[in-house]
């Protein structure tokens, strides 16, 4: 496994038109990560993409759909795809928030606490039904997931790296969820909802999986290593000061809507830039393109917007707004996306 990966610029290489080699080092691991989490979760390609995005870029992602289409399935795929520690916390109405970040014990013999750490203390934490536990200690996760620490008792404690928070949550109309805090919304790097299969792949997951399901056998296919490795590797990706400011006035754009009473924070325009240097690395480019940006759009911004009364009685829909900003906010033309 590659140790450090670096995506240099194409001109470096000669001049011609072949990727560096970082990228090739990047797709074939995403290849592998996907190969592995397309035995489970079968005919969804682009659920697969948008959490390989997640990954690349640092960040947590949220899936939320009805029960019973694979948001557990998914997260443990990933999980068990990479060589690295990982928590599963089942969030329930009774959990505390020492429950998940840890907590400080008396040691008699010692005369001291001592701190026990948590399960937030791993690489990768699966939060399973994250909206069935109270707000209280949903907000146990603000500061891990914003700066991968935990403070308890007025001590700091590092979190590993690299870190990532998959949640699953039910819609919130479903019995016993809670909504999550807009904070808590915001820390998520992306949501995306999985959906219904179509007919053919659930006809081959009850071919395949009606017996024994794929994540019993599913072996890890790269290491926390390299994975931190890729995640510097998509930080080196050319991200132009006209696409910079394209995700900016997207951004902007979101808090003019009246059909919105809460826009964009700034935090989400770190994670739009973030998530299209990530689709630039896994499209074979170290540059990113207005395209890179657009494809991550919803994903990234949707659920992180809050309509007006007035638009919910209208049933409007986050994820359509962003679509009418991509049709009217203006695209950059004709700049060299690598000056």
């Known amino acids: 496994m590659t140790p450090e990966v670096q995506l240099s610029d194409a ?10 080699p970082g990228v090739d080092a990047l797709h074939s691991t995403i290849q592998r990560i996907t190969a592995n989490i397309e035995q489970v979760l079968v005919g969804k390609p682009e659920v697969v993409r ?4 997640t990954l690349l870029s640092e960040g947590h992602l949220l899936l939320e759909d009805v029960p019973g289409v694979g948001k557990t399935s998914l997260a443990k795929a990933l999980a068990r795809s990479i060589d690295c520690s990982v928590s599963r916390i089942q969030f329930t109405p009774d959990l505390l928030p020492s429950d998940i970040t ?3 014990v008396y040691n008699r013999r010692a005369e001291n606490f001592e701190f026990r750490s948590g399960p937030v203390f791993a690489n990768i934490v699966v939060g399973d039904e994250i909206n069935r536990a109270s707000p209280k200690t949903q907000s146990a996760l603000l500061e891990c997931m914003e700066e991968h620490q935990v403070t308890v008792d007025g001590e700091t404690y590092r979190l590993r790296e690299p870190f990532m928070v998959i949640a699953t949550q ?8 809670y909504a999550l805090p807009e904070a808590q919304r915001d820390r998520f790097s992306a949501r995306v909802s999985i959906g219904y299969p179509d007919a053919a792949a659930e006809l081959e997951m009850v071919a395949e999986h009606a017996v024994q399901t794929p994540l019993q056998e599913l072996q890890p296919v790269t290491d926390a290593t ?4 890729l995640q510097r590797a998509v930080q080196q ?3 132009s000061r006209d696409l910079r400011r394209y995700a900016v006035d997207l951004v902007t754009a979101t808090r003019q809507l009246p059909e919105l009473r809460l826009g964009a924070s700034p935090r989400s325009t770190l994670q739009l830039v973030r998530a299209g240097r990530a689709q630039a690395a ?5 540059f990113v393109v207005p395209d890179d940006v657009r494809s991550v759009a919803v994903p990234v911004l949707a659920h992180r917007l809050v309509l007006t009364s007035e638009a919910r009685a209208a049933r409007r829909s986050t994820a359509d707004l962003v679509k009418q900003l991509l049709t009217r906010v203006p695209v950059p033309r004709g700049e060299d996306e690598r000056d």
């Not at 948008?50 to 995005?53: D, E, G, P, Q, S």
């Not at 390299?226 to 490795?229: D, G, K, L, P």
């Not at 896994?282 to 170290?286: D, E, T």
Request: charged fraction near 20%; hydrophobic fraction near 40%.
């Open 11 to 20: 001109s470096s290489a000669g001049g011609d038109d072949t990727r560096p």
């Open 50 to 53: 948008v959490a390989l995005i």
């Open 102 to 104: 840890g907590v400080s």
């Open 170 to 177: 039910n819609p919130v109309e479903m019995e016993g969820t």
């Open 226 to 229: 390299e994975v931190a490795a």
């Open 237 to 239: 990706v050319h991200l």
């Open 282 to 286: 896994i499209a074979g480019r170290n």
